[in-house]
């Protein structure tokens, strides 16, 4: 039994991943962005542990998300699985790019971490140059950072695992029903990297889609592009990132 920590767990690929791991009797802590969704949450799945409240687009709240979840314990995992698409790209950055890094930087190191990151990754901005919190990033840019920040935090802590995911295109909220890929293994693979003692599943570094690793952006492994985002998340929350290691 694993102690699993997932962000956006309200509804979409959070939810079902989180009833998932739930079926398989593993416990599971759950957050939503406000305390009415969280308690909704819990009333989906009152096989849970726990519902957390913060708005990841606020830094101070996001920081207090930090203690909450320390205060419950260490986890097993920890599934960065929040995220916003039909926003700002101020919104965009705080939710899907800042708020992963913070929470990386203040949560006790699980033995996992998996980040949900997109096939649009490849058309973010590799070199950082839009990388602004006044004026946010694209959707496909955050996506890049998902897989650097999962990258960098595989190479900084090798006592651990740390991937990212593709669920693909999958006909939730966010995706729309029209989306064409397997929902079912949209989440799977969350679940999969999480607890599996699967040999396949117990790797660092990689991207993942559907159980199966994929061809990702190669930037996202070269160090210096790694440590310049560690740097300027860093700059930008005052927060950083455990460990010296480089």
Same mark, same amino acid.
């Given at each position: ?12 690929? =959070? ?12 416990? @599971?802590?759950?957050?939503? #962005? ?12 009152? =096989? ?8 990841? +687009? ?10 909450? @979840? ?7 995992? @920890? ?6 698409? #039909? ?12 708020? &992963? ?10 033995? #996992? ?28 840019? +955050? ?6 920040? +999962?990258?960098?935090?595989? #190479?900084?802590? &090798? ?10 295109? @999958? &006909?939730?909220?966010? =995706? ?65 990132? &455990?460990?010296?290691?480089?």
């Amino acid at each position: 039994m694993a102690g699993i920590f997932i962000t956006g767990s309200a509804d979409g690929l =959070g939810h079902l991943v989180a009833k998932l791991l739930i079926s398989q009797g593993h416990q @599971v802590v759950l957050h939503a #962005r406000n305390v009415e969704r969280a308690q909704q949450a819990l009333d989906k799945l009152p =096989g849970a542990e726990n519902a957390l409240a913060a708005d990841l +687009s606020n830094l101070e709240e996001t920081k207090n998300l930090a203690a909450e @979840v320390n205060a419950l314990g260490s986890f097993d995992a @920890v599934i960065h699985n929040a995220g916003v698409y #039909r926003a700002t790209g101020k919104e965009i950055f705080a939710v899907n790019s800042l708020a &992963p890094y913070i929470l990386t930087c203040l949560v006790q190191k699980p033995k #996992r971490l998996i980040y949900l990151s997109s096939g649009m990754h490849t058309q973010g901005d590799a070199r950082l140059n839009n990388l602004s919190q006044e004026k946010g990033v694209s959707y496909s840019d +955050s996506k890049l950072h998902n897989l650097i920040l +999962s990258m960098a935090a595989a #190479r900084r802590w &090798p006592d651990i695992f740390s991937n990212a995911v593709d669920p693909g295109w @999958v &006909p939730t909220k966010m =995706g729309g029903s029209g989306a064409p890929d397997d929902l079912e293994k949209g989440y799977q693979t969350q679940a999969w990297l999480a607890v599996s003692e699967d040999e396949e599943a117990k790797v660092s570094g990689r991207y993942f889609y559907h159980q199966k690793e994929k061809k990702c952006l190669s930037t996202a492994g070269d160090i210096s592009v790694q440590e310049k985002f560690i740097s300027l998340c860093e700059d930008i929350t005052g927060i950083p990132f &455990p460990g010296n290691e480089r």
